[in-house]
């Protein structure tokens, strides 16, 4: 079995997804740009590449459009067409959620799961924030999280977290947190137990 379909087990997956978030949102803290200008990070949490090749396809992983009709790279965009591709992306992942299927009991046990993550006292004994905003559902293989953070370390933390909380069995997972206008951090995230391709 190659290094990229071998499987990690779930402390691996959620160290991965863990580092990836960090990068994601430590460039985005450290980057001081106008809302509109972060870039959006995606998040395989169950790739076994290299942290440095993860890292580089993360980069760029976020615009496909681009890519495909080989547009100019998402660095030389302006904010405006870096935001309705980053709308596009959490668009079509959303698009994919809704289309899938509804499996009562298996979302009922997921979301009963994401529930006991972000209750107040479980979130409390972690020192993490709760997170403004809130919304969880789950479908019959995807549960999509969207949430809202003071700061980027805050989403970090929380994110880390919650990624080693689902990696057992939602090991797929794609993460995009982007600044508001109000300083605060939006994080969409959907995690599946079947691979999440952008």
């Given amino acids: 079995m190659s290094a990229r379909?071998?499987?990690?087990?779930?402390?691996?997956?959620?160290?991965?997804?863990?580092?990836?978030?960090?990068?994601?949102l430590l460039a985005l803290h450290n980057a001081?740009?106008?809302p509109a200008a972060v870039q959006e990070p995606y998040f395989d949490t169950a790739s076994s590449e290299p942290v440095a090749?993860?890292?580089?396809?993360a980069a760029t992983a976020s615009a496909p459009i681009a890519?495909?009709?080989?547009?100019?790279?998402?660095?030389?965009?302006?904010?405006?067409?870096?935001?309705?591709?980053?709308?596009?992306?959490?668009?079509?992942?959303?698009?994919?959620?809704?289309?899938?299927p509804l499996d009562a009991v298996w979302a009922m046990r997921e979301q009963r799961a994401l529930d006991d993550f972000f209750a107040a006292d479980a979130l409390a004994a972690q020192g993490l924030p709760l997170p403004d905003g809130l919304q969880t559902a789950c479908h019959s293989a995807t549960c999509r999280v969207s949430a809202r953070f003071a700061d980027p370390v805050e989403a970090e933390m929380t994110t880390q977290h919650l990624a080693m909380h689902?990696?057992?069995?939602?090991?797929?997972?794609?993460v995009m947190p982007r600044a508001l206008d109000d300083g605060s951090i939006q994080v969409d995230a959907w995690y599946s137990a079947a691979r999440i391709v952008l």
């Fill in 5 to 24: 379909t071998s499987f990690l087990n779930p402390p691996s997956l959620a160290l991965i997804c863990g580092c990836a978030v960090a990068t994601g």
């Fill in 32 to 34: 001081q740009v106008a």
């Fill in 53 to 57: 090749q993860a890292r580089s396809r």
């Fill in 67 to 100: 890519r495909a009709q080989g547009e100019q790279r998402r660095g030389d965009l302006d904010p405006v067409e870096i935001r309705a591709r980053i709308e596009a992306n959490i668009a079509m992942l959303d698009a994919r959620f809704a289309s899938e």
């Fill in 166 to 174: 689902v990696a057992a069995r939602l090991p797929y997972g794609a």
